[in-house]
Every structure is written in C-alpha cells, then in structure tokens.
C-alpha cells in the first residue's frame, strides 16, 4: 500500500479538492459510467478470443486480497488520487482544466508502459487505451465535482476484468477436472 500513502500525501501537497462534500455526484456519475464497463466485460466473456485472453491471464498470488485491497486501494485509489487528484489540479491551474486533463490523461497512458512490458501486452495500444481511459476519468472528476466518480469507474474496469478472468480461469478448472 506504499501506493496509496504517497498519493494520499500528493493530493494533500497540492491540495487537491477531493470532492467528498460532492459525494452524490460523484456516486451517480460513477455508477453510470461504471454499468456499461461491467455490462461490456460480461458479455464480451462470451467472445471465444477474449475467453481464451482471460483463461490465459496470469493473476496473482492471494486474489482475494488482490480483489478487496490491492486493487481499490492499491491501484484505484492511489491511482486517482495521484492523477486526476494531485497531477489533473496541477496541471488544470498551469495549462487550464482542458489541458490539465490531457497532460494527466497523458502521464496515466505513459505510467502504463511498464506493465504493459510486464505482462506482454503491446507498449502503444496499452498507452493510448489507458490515456483515454485516463482522460474520461478527468472529465467525470471535472464533471461531478467528486473523486468518487472516476474511483468508482476505474474500480468497474479493474475488479470486472479481475472477476471475470477468475470466474473464466475457475470455470475451465472445473471442466478439466470432470
């Protein structure tokens, strides 16, 4: 969780509004953009192609902790504090809120490259995939008023492709063992 303490103190250096008196906002433009994140990663399990990435997809030791600590903690949170938090109002009081939202977006792609490399994706799409992410998770910061908001998408597209990898890998375990 080292993470999430240096983002929690970048936030707080920069003074970074958090948007908690905004929490309903934040709340309702979460969960909208949240559904078809989730509705998107459970059908596209039904994709021969994507079924095989998942069953393939190395998880990590301790899942369960990685599902209800490392990834909300240790990614969402730190992650959103970090960028849209501390990097998105820096960069919104230097460049404006448009251009604070694509230098942020921007960071968040290039901050991707190592894992990319990690896990043997492709470098450039993963970078332009999460820059875009990154960039929708500015506006809905910059919408709501609310960090609660890109946490609470950010939270969809990492646990749902988490589960549905689990449920995937679990799923051809059990019919290897009958």
């Not at 008196?21 to 192609?49: I, Y």
């Not at 999460?130 to 809905?140: D, E, I, N, S, Y």
């Amino acid at each position: 969780m080292p993470h999430a303490v240096v983002a929690a103190a970048l936030a707080a250096l920069t003074r970074a509004p958090l948007g908690l008196r905004h929490s309903g906002s934040g709340v309702r433009f979460g969960l909208a953009a949240a559904a078809p994140v989730v509705l998107g990663v459970a059908v596209g399990t039904a994709l021969p192609r994507v079924r095989q990435e998942m069953a393939d997809r190395e998880l990590p030791d301790g899942v369960l902790q990685w599902l209800l600590l490392g990834i909300p903690l240790g990614t969402v949170a730190s992650e959103e504090a970090a960028y849209r938090g501390a990097l998105g109002t820096v960069a919104a009081d230097a460049f404006g809120p448009a251009g604070g939202r694509l230098v942020q977006a921007a960071a968040f792609g290039l901050s991707h490259i190592a894992d990319a490399r990690a896990t043997g994706e492709p470098v450039v799409p993963t970078v332009l995939v999460t820059g875009l992410a990154g960039w929708v998770f500015g506006w809905l910061y910059e919408r709501s008023g609310s960090l609660i908001a890109p946490m609470l998408a950010h939270l969809a597209v990492n646990e749902a492709g988490a589960v549905a990898a689990l449920g995937v890998q679990n799923s051809r375990a059990r019919a290897i063992s009958l």
